[in-house]
């Protein structure tokens, strides 16, 4: 299953890169992936899941750059994306358990007030977490399960309304892979 799922994004992303008109954001993955117990992050161990044609580039993790994260940012290696405010597409909300529904929250949209790149980041209410970013073009960054990599944590804060994660991103155009970090903060109106 997984790897059907990893097949169908990258057909995907190669047939937006084709041409495709379709300028509709990226909305968060599907949940339905189930995470590994297998710690694919750790440079060290060597056995991490590679990159595509046996290169190597996915066994080694760039670090992402020190120092703190601003609000409304997301950081993959020493590459920063501010997000798009005021949104001109896209959501941002969190939704506490209330009895009925466990914790979730999303927020998508586009950066950098490019309509062309756009980024997902998500905590499902089955518990699992994914982020992305990519745009139509060179660029498709991902973690969490259905991205081979397992080691993303998301966080909600219900008072100040923010979404903020880090983990291991793996790059689906190159097979590298990079630690990365993200500070979403929806709005009240959003919610």
């Known amino acids: 299953m997984k790897r059907s799922t990893f097949a169908l994004v990258v057909a995907l992303v190669m047939v937006a890169g084709c041409g495709g008109d379709d300028t509709s954001p990226i909305q968060p993955g599907d949940a339905g992936s189930v995470p590994t ?40 290696g020493d590459q920063v994306w501010e997000r798009t405010l005021p949104m001109t597409t896209g959501q941002c909300f969190l939704y506490e358990d209330d009895g009925t529904l466990p914790d979730s929250g999303t927020a998508w949209g586009t950066l950098d007030g490019d309509d062309d790149i756009r980024f997902a980041a998500s905590y499902n209410q ?38 903020s994660g880090e983990g291991t991103f793996r790059s689906l155009t190159t097979g590298e892979r990079a630690e990365g970090s993200f500070v979403f903060v929806c709005e009240p109106e959003d919610q």
Do not use: C, H, K
Not at 45 to 67: F, I, L
Not at 126 to 137: K, P, V, Y
């Open 37 to 76: 117990n297998s710690n694919q992050s750790d440079p060290g161990d060597g056995s991490g899941a590679g990159g595509s044609g046996g290169s190597g580039a996915g066994d080694q993790v760039t670090p992402e750059a020190s120092g703190p994260l601003a609000p409304n940012t997301i950081r993959i």
């Open 126 to 163: 089955d518990g699992t977490f994914e982020a992305e970013i990519s745009n139509d073009l060179d660029m498709y960054w991902g973690s969490g399960p259905r991205f081979q990599e397992d080691d993303l944590v998301v966080e909600l804060d219900f008072d100040t309304l923010t979404i």
